[in-house]
């Protein structure tokens, strides 16, 4: 049996086990606290801003770099939004303009120096790190930018009223089990070998009701919280990009063999570029929904963001060494690291635990991640 | 009978259920050389991974014997400190340390906090005399190309105190001098009573070296014989498993007007005093097979990459395709004028290993199937028109993969090769440059590539192929090139053209 499984579906197989058992544990130790619909709605509120990071990061890291930059990025456009909304009262729609075009320019400009200056990504974002950071402090005098607007707060803290709410959900159920259907019929028509009907039918129906059951929860509470819709379009956007577009082919493929990629006429340095660029490009908008939440912007918001988001990343089975990794899994990683910290505060761990916890899974994660791929060669 | 210095009874190796080796035998004395031949992905590299002990005792099934004792490794260390050596196809030297690091690496000289410099430095200088490389011990391996690096490796090995060397496929990035090199190095060997096991595609060398030649085909042991009963068309029988008529088609081309001209080409790496393309000229004509032969070093890769946009120093050349003069400065530009090439080094420039054969091969023209949805540019791929195309080619060309989506990695050399030249031959190209086209690949799969090369000429697609393997320059091409340190040194038609008149022009000085 378990030579019909690959790697990367025993990887995805491993992660869902990994969640279950953190389910049933907090669970059962929170006295079922820790899957009531409130709960719920935090935790994956409280995923929103590592999910959202570790969309743009996964491209970044696939594509064998790495940045480092991404949470004083985050603090520094967090600022910036907190700025034009408290400050100069610009109306919300600007806000997010700025703030994302703002996220671009940053992201591009880090990708100009890896890619066009040849600077090591490590160099150049740890460089950003500081210096965005000190950016930041500068503009607002180390002082906490508040109080937002009520216009910003609808980012972070509002909830989708739920007539909405339910119509999404299904037509994306829908869409889903359409797309595995005419998707098995174009593979027929090439005279593909398709994988068992059966186990990608269950596995849409599995992701069906994971939806269905957290819409339900949801629903239970306030509705689904406006940020997770967001982060949620940005999956399916992200996934879109990686798996239909060039560009996200080309990222896997400089990831895979830079010198390769060069020689097949990709134009590698372009596309770097613009990889560190839609990375920026989620910074903001994982920075507008971190200055909506708080209701402010301070001066050391975001800090060691890019350390959450890496981990993301990688427990979600993202090679460091570029070309292997995907959306769904670095989103699945966020919500681990999540839910243990949700769960670890519930039970009133102490915050050091907390961290050693936290570093234990991580290495445990690429371990087995490890060990899989030498017994599956 | 003396005793056997190595015996292995019976090997069987498998791979999650598929059998690699499917009991192999083999038996050598000390100061004989035994050939291993076989077709890539036959076993051979399998069976030298078990006996040197890549594969640990226990992981397979059979018998080792090394000097009457069984042999239990658990890696290579046990085995190399028994005196066994293996020189793997892939060199495994650390390119930014100098040769007397690499060759001592692991095994230094001296104390734990001193190193013993100058003992290390007399031995690698008398090392690298030994294999005829002359450059300092304090040379760094990036510096060295490929061939070179070889030498390096044999140095090494060298080095340790051996009494059985294997050498998997040693020559196959070799120019002839350097392959007599290695020859004699070999015969000195056997003549100080060290065995060599020895696994190559160069059947004059197999026969010219070895006592005995055992050849493997699909993991099973097809048998082994003394090399006197034997001839190059025996073992290739035995290796397929039918006659191959012959090594060589050769087809009768149309040629046409000249396609490209190339003029004035000059290519140094920063830094160098030396150009490594001096002033080069020549002419390529319509449905033509250019042959370029000359030692490893003398510029005829470097002369390819000024063509195709992607040398890594300054350089210069005065570009005409069909009359127009043409600026190409980056591999896209190449391309997009029609020339495209399949690179000399297919694992670091070729492939992207864990990337599927059929992306592999659609990596080129990705552009082609972006389609707008709706007058929107979504940059998405049509994967229906993809697929069908990849498709297509993979059967053209006959690439043998399970599926399109195998990662390109676990596809056997040839088949790897036929997928990058598939690649080149989505962008429709007029020029198609192959450099060292068959390096590494079996003799089925060289054939089909013979082959598909003469069938693209047919179809007025110009052929630049650049060799080290003079068979293969005479055997196909119409005119062959001979270089000779950044130079062109001489032009050949193919008719009448010997192996010793292209040497003669790629070694000697002056004319």
């Known amino acids: ?377 | 009978m003396t005793q056997p210095l190595l015996e292995m009874r019976n090997i069987v190796k498998s791979f999650s259920g598929v059998r690699a080796l499917n009991g192999v035998s083999i038996k050598l004395t000390g100061g004989e050389v035994l050939s291993i031949c076989g077709e890539n992905g036959s076993g051979k590299s399998t069976l030298m991974k078990v006996l040197s002990g890549v594969w640990p005792f226990g992981s397979y099934e059979g018998d080792i014997f090394f000097e009457g004792q069984p042999v239990k490794a658990s890696g290579i260390r046990d085995t190399e400190a028994l005196g066994i050596v293996i020189i793997h196809q892939e060199l495994a030297l650390v390119k930014d340390m100098s040769i007397l690091e690499n060759i001592f690496l692991g095994n230094e000289l001296g104390g734990f906090t001193q190193l013993n410099d100058e003992e290390m430095y007399r031995t690698t200088r008398d090392l690298l005399k030994q294999v005829k490389l002359d450059v300092s011990p304090n040379t760094l391996i990036r510096e060295l190309g490929v061939g070179q690096q070889q030498l390096v490796e044999i140095a090494k090995a060298l080095n340790k105190n051996v009494k059985l060397l294997i050498l998997d496929e040693p020559t196959s990035s070799l120019t002839r001098n350097e392959i007599h090199i290695l020859l004699d190095i070999v015969q000195g060997l056997k003549a100080q009573g060290i065995a060599c096991i020895y696994i190559s595609h160069k059947l004059d060398e197999v026969l010219a070296l070895s006592n005995w030649v055992a050849v493997i085909r699909d993991g099973d042991h097809i048998g082994t014989k003394s090399a006197t009963e034997l001839t190059q068309n025996d073992i290739i029988g035995m290796m397929v498993g039918r006659e191959l008529e012959e090594l060589f088609p050769r087809e009768e081309h149309d040629i046409g007007d000249v396609v490209l001209q190339v003029t004035h080409a000059q290519a140094m790496q920063a830094g160098a005093s030396v150009p490594q393309v001096n002033d080069v000229s020549f002419t390529l004509r319509r449905g033509e097979i250019l042959g370029i032969a000359g030692l490893i070093g003398s510029g005829r890769t470097e002369l390819m990459q000024c063509i195709y946009g992607c040398y890594d120093g300054r350089y210069s050349a005065s570009i005409e395709m069909e009359g127009k003069p043409l600026k190409i400065r980056s591999q896209r530009e190449a391309l997009a004028s029609g020339i495209a090439m399949v690179p000399e080094d297919r694992k670091r420039h070729g492939i992207v290993p864990i990337m599927g054969v059929g992306k592999n091969i659609s990596l080129s023209v990705l552009r082609d199937y972006i389609t707008s949805f709706g007058g929107i540019n979504l940059g998405s791929i049509d994967e229906s028109r993809e697929s069908q195309e990849i498709i297509d080619y993979i059967s053209r060309l006959k690439v043998k993969t399970a599926s399109p989506e195998l990662p390109i990695k676990n596809l056997s050399g040839g088949n790897q090769q036929k997928a990058i030249i598939a690649k080149c031959l989505l962008t429709n190209p007029k020029i198609l440059i192959l450099d060292e086209p068959t390096r590494g690949i079996d003799v089925g799969a060289k054939y089909e590539i013979y082959k598909l090369m003469h069938a693209l000429v047919k179809e007025g697609v110009s052929i630049i192929m650049v060799s080290s393997e003079l068979p293969e320059v005479i055997g196909i091409s119409d005119r062959v090139l001979v270089m000779h340190e950044g130079s062109l040194k001489g032009e050949f038609d193919h008719q009448g053209l010997t192996q010793e008149m292209i040497m003669n022009c790629a070694i000697k000085e002056g004319v």
């Open chain 1, 1 to 377: 049996m378990f030579k019909a499984i690959k790697t990367s579906q025993l990887q995805l197989l491993a992660m869902i086990a990994a969640m279950l058992i953190i389910i049933v544990f907090f669970s059962v130790a929170t006295e079922g606290a820790f899957i009531s619909p409130r709960n719920i709605s935090n935790l994956i509120r409280q995923t929103a801003i590592v999910g959202v990071l570790a969309i743009g990061m996964v491209f970044v890291i696939i594509s064998a770099e790495i940045d480092l930059s991404v949470g004083s990025m985050m603090g520094l456009l967090g600022g910036v939004a907190a700025i034009l909304d408290v400050w100069l009262h610009l109306p919300i729609a600007l806000t997010i303009l700025i703030t994302v075009c703002a996220g671009l320019v940053l992201g591009l400009f880090n990708g100009w120096w890896i890619a066009y200056q040849r600077v090591p990504s490590f160099i150049v974002t740890l460089a950003g790190m500081l210096a965005f950071r000190g950016i930041l402090v500068g503009l607002t005098d180390g002082a906490t930018v508040a109080p937002t607007s009520s216009d910003l707060s609808i980012i972070g803290q509002s909830y989708i009223p739920s007539g909405w709410g339910i119509s999404v959900i299904g037509v994306l159920c829908l869409g889903l089990v359409a797309q595995v259907y005419s998707r098995r019929k174009a593979r027929v028509n090439h005279g593909l070998e398709n994988t068992k009907a059966k186990f990608e039918y269950t596995k849409a129906f599995i992701v069906v009701a994971v939806l269905l059951g957290l819409l339900v929860s949801l629903e239970n509470y306030r509705g689904i919280p406006t940020p997770i819709l967001v982060m949620g379009g940005l999956i399916l956007l992200a996934t879109y990009i990686a798996k239909r577009t060039a560009f996200g082919r080309r990222v896997y493929a400089i990831g895979g063999n830079i010198e390769a990629a060069r020689m097949s006429g990709v134009n590698v340095e372009w596309n770097k570029m613009w990889i560190f660029g839609f990375n920026g490009m989620m910074v903001a908008i994982a920075a507008l929904i971190l200055t909506s939440r708080l209701g402010a912007g301070s001066p050391s918001a975001g800090n060691m963001a890019e350390l959450d988001a890496i981990a993301a990343c990688v427990i979600g089975g993202t090679s460091l060494a570029g070309g292997i990794g995907t959306v769904f899994g670095a989103i699945m990683g966020a919500l681990i690291m999540a839910s243990l910290d949700n769960g670890m505060s519930m039970l009133d761990v102490p915050t050091f635990w907390q961290l050693i916890v936290k570093g234990s899974i991580l290495l445990l994660a690429v371990w087995l991640d490890v060990k899989t791929k030498k017994t599956n060669k």
